[in-house]
């Protein structure tokens, strides 16, 4: 059975980084069907899907985050790594790490589009930006 | 970025209940689309992928279905323990957006 489970700062000041980790266990990580997730969910509000990376560290981002986002994966820890820069109020949320499963609905030089489902799912880690 | 509209926000019945809630994208999104539960205080669960593909472990009251880009989630008998948000997801086209959610009570 697939496990995740978040781990970092519970509080982060203005315009600073936040660092999350994602510790996955019960699976390899390097299955190319899987790509490892991140998605956050602020107070009382939906989901909003971050980004996700392959085992071989192809990430790709929501444009929204692009310019202060990255991912990276260590297969070998069994972990997967968020870090957001200059961060605001804005990014008060839970942060939920998650396996998607992902299949290739149509390439091209460009590169491919995927779908995807996302299971499962970490608890959720609460992240409050506050000075 | 494709739109996905929930319809209602909220709702309440009783058990035993029919209930449905429908989910519609902006686009066309063929049936890329995932139905996920949310507990209070838990992290979601999937409950179907791919507009009608029932997740092991889901109990067969869940069901879904897509007409154009309208989809639906249907629960044939409502149980308590359906007690919930539900979120769909399309998953057609990046950025993967949620619906707003609908908060499902028990009367």
């Known amino acids: 059975q697939v496990q995740l489970q978040e781990s970092g700062p519970g509080l982060v000041k203005p315009l600073q980084t936040l660092s999350l980790t994602c510790l996955v266990h019960?699976?390899?990580?390097?299955?190319?069907?899987?790509?490892w997730t991140w998605l956050r969910q602020p107070p009382g509000e939906g989901l909003e899907w971050i980004g996700y990376i392959s085992h071989s560290g192809s990430a790709f981002y929501t444009p929204s985050l692009e310019s202060r986002l990255s991912m990276s994966v260590d297969a070998s820890r069994k972990s997967f790594s968020l870090t957001l820069k200059s961060v605001t109020a804005a990014d008060t949320a839970v942060y939920y790490c998650?396996?998607?499963?992902?299949?290739?609905?149509?390439?091209?030089?460009?590169?491919?589009?995927?779908?995807?489902?996302?299971?499962?799912w970490g608890q959720g880690t609460l992240v409050t930006v506050s000075s | 970025d494709i739109q996905m509209t929930q319809s209602p926000s909220s709702l309440s019945a009783s058990v035993g209940d029919r209930v449905s809630i429908t989910c519609r994208a902006s686009q066309t999104i063929a049936t890329y689309l995932n139905w996920y539960q949310q507990k209070p205080g838990e992290a979601p669960k999937l409950l179907i992928s791919?507009?009608?593909n029932l997740q092991s472990g889901a109990p067969p009251r869940f069901s879904g279905s897509r007409s154009g880009t309208e989809f639906t989630l249907t629960v044939s008998s409502l149980q308590a323990e359906d007690s919930a948000s539900y979120y769909c997801?399309?998953?057609?086209?990046?950025?993967?957006?949620f619906g707003q959610g609908t908060k499902v009570e028990i009367k």
């Open positions: 791919a507009a009608s």
């Open positions: 019960g699976d390899s990580m390097t299955n190319t069907d899987y790509f």
């Open positions: 998650a396996r998607a499963r992902v299949r290739a609905i149509s390439c091209s030089l460009a590169g491919c589009e995927r779908t995807n489902w996302f299971d499962p």
């Open positions: 997801q399309q998953s057609y086209r990046s950025p993967y957006t």
